[in-house]
């Protein structure tokens, strides 16, 4: 069985970074290879990404190179604008 790739990308001064090793690690327990970066041009192809706390706009080339890509966002978009409340 192949190992699948899960990347993790957040901004580099985001909240969320407190607590994103304990996510890692619980993912390698459930034999996923993690990568957490900070910038979206240095994703990977795999199984999946996780942009957490991430300000960033990723290209549709970058977005096509996974399965799957889940963002979570803390505003209520679209009137939200895209902006995060949680760091202003």
């Known amino acids: 069985m192949a ?7 957040t901004d580099a001064t985001s909240w969320i970074n407190t607590y994103i090793p304990e996510l890692i690690k619980r993912l390698i327990k459930r034999a996923y290879k993690v990568n957490w970066l900070h910038d979206v041009n240095l994703i990977e192809q795999g199984e999946g990404v996780f942009f957490l706390g991430c300000g960033q706009i990723a290209p549709s080339d970058i977005l096509e190179k996974n399965k799957h890509n889940l963002v979570v966002h803390e ?5 939200g604008k895209g902006r995060s409340p949680l760091t202003w």
């Not at 505003?75 to 009137?79: E, M, Q, T, V």
């Open 75 to 79: 505003s209520d978009l679209p009137w």
């Open 3 to 9: 190992i699948l790739l899960i990347t993790i990308v």
